[in-house]
Nanobody
Framework: QVQLVQSGGGLVQAGGSLRLSCVASVRTFSIYTLAWLRQAPGKEREFIARVSWSNVTDYADFVKGRFTISRDNAKKTMYLQMNNLKPEDTGVYYC???????????????WGQGTQVTVSS
C-alpha cells in the first residue's frame, strides 16, 4: 500500500511564498509520475503541475512562472514551491502519484491527505 504524506501549507499574504512537501512510502518511487492538484471552495479539483519519471515537467497556465514542481528520488519526496501567491490560489492542495498513468485529472492511484493553503489579500 502506497502512502503519501503531505506537509507545508498554511496562511500567507499575497505575494508571499510557501513550499509543500509530499513523502511517499514506496520502493519504486523513481518510476512514478507525480502531480499536484488543488481544490478551491465550491470548485472542482484542478491540475497544477506534474513531473514524470524522467523529470519532464508540465504546468497549468495559471501557475507558470510562479510555481515549481520537483522531485528527490533519494528522499522519495516531491515538492511544490509556490511564489508570488495570489488570493485565488487559496484551496486544499493534494499530491498524487501513479506508476502507469500521469494525466491532469483524478486518474492517479495514490493521493496525499491534502493540506490547506490560504492566501490573504
Amino acid at each position: 500500500q502506497v502512502q503519501l504524506v503531505q506537509s507545508g501549507g498554511g496562511l500567507v499574504q499575497a505575494g508571499g511564498s510557501l513550499r509543500l512537501s509530499c513523502v511517499a512510502s514506496v520502493r519504486t518511487f523513481s518510476i512514478y509520475t507525480l502531480a499536484w492538484l488543488r481544490q478551491a471552495p465550491g470548485k472542482e479539483r484542478e491540475f497544477i503541475a506534474r513531473v514524470s519519471w524522467s523529470n519532464v515537467t508540465d504546468y497549468a497556465d495559471f501557475v507558470k512562472g510562479r510555481f515549481t514542481i520537483s522531485r528527490d528520488n533519494a528522499k522519495k519526496t516531491m515538492y511544490l514551491q509556490m511564489n508570488n501567491l495570489k488570493p485565488e490560489d487559496t484551496g486544499v492542495y493534494y499530491c498524487a502519484a501513479d506508476p502507469l498513468r500521469g494525466g491532469k485529472g483524478p486518474e492517479y492511484d495514490y493521493w496525499g491527505q491534502g493540506t490547506q493553503v490560504t492566501v490573504s489579500s
